[in-house]
């Protein structure tokens, strides 16, 4: 089933790095599912592991990884941790790896999970809007759901010429897998794929004053 994930719904996509390639058929996803749904574990659909918490569809999280290039010598921070499956991907891609995650439930699993999996992934715990910051700058950061604004907070953590992998959310509600750069205190966004995915809370955009 996992190699039919690779197959069936990653590679065409675009999703034919040959290091990401191998990172999603060395993780299994089905340990990071909730005991009920581990049959479900490779559909190509969020799977919902908590309230307004998923599993991100694999085509999605694939090429936010595939874009955002991680390399060994990255400092990486992945947020929400989730369950972990994302986290485990990735560490297997990029140098250190934090998963920062804001629910002590999923954490506690996050850690169970990750450490049956071989650990390489600093699970922290607070508020996801803020970040890490104990453990910036960083090279890269992976936000794996869908997001209407980033928090000054995380621009902070980014080291200059870093990057960072979201699907961002427009003022018409349409999410695009984008990658960010950050080049002094800004940092630009490029689009580069229509998702739907599950929004993440505490991330919206600041609302107009309406008389």
């Keep these: 089933m996992r190699d039919a994930m690779v197959d069936s719904q ?3 996509t675009g999703v034919n790095d040959p290091a990401v390639i191998a990172a999603f058929r060395a993780v ?3 340990d990071f599912a909730p005991a009920p749904l581990r049959t479900l574990a490779y559909l190509d659909e969020d799977l919902p592991i908590a309230p307004g918490r998923a599993l991100l569809e694999p ?3 694939g090429n936010l990884l595939q874009r955002a290039q991680p390399r060994e010598t990255d400092r990486a921070l992945l947020l929400p941790a989730g369950s972990g499956y ?5 560490a297997r891609l990029a140098g250190r790896v934090s998963a920062l995650e804001s629910d002590p439930a999923l954490a506690a699993a996050a850690r169970t999970a990750l450490a049956a999996h071989g650990g390489g992934v600093e699970l922290v ?3 996801l809007a803020q970040g890490w910051p104990e453990g910036a700058p960083y090279d890269l950061i992976v936000i794996a759901g869908a997001i209407e ?3 000054d907070a995380l621009v902070a953590q980014l080291a ?3 990057r960072i992998a979201a699907v961002m959310v427009d003022a018409r509600g349409v999410g695009r897998a984008s990658i960010g750069r950050r080049a002094g205190g800004a940092i630009g966004f490029e689009p580069f794929l229509d998702v739907a995915t599950i929004r993440l809370p505490g991330f919206d955009r600041p609302r107009a004053f309406q008389f």
């Design 10 to 12: 990653l590679r065409p």
């Design 28 to 30: 299994a996803r089905e």
């Design 59 to 61: 085509m999605v999280i």
């Design 86 to 90: 994302e986290a485990a991907v990735l």
């Design 125 to 127: 715990e607070g508020p």
């Design 149 to 151: 604004a980033l928090p």
């Design 160 to 162: 200059d010429g870093g």
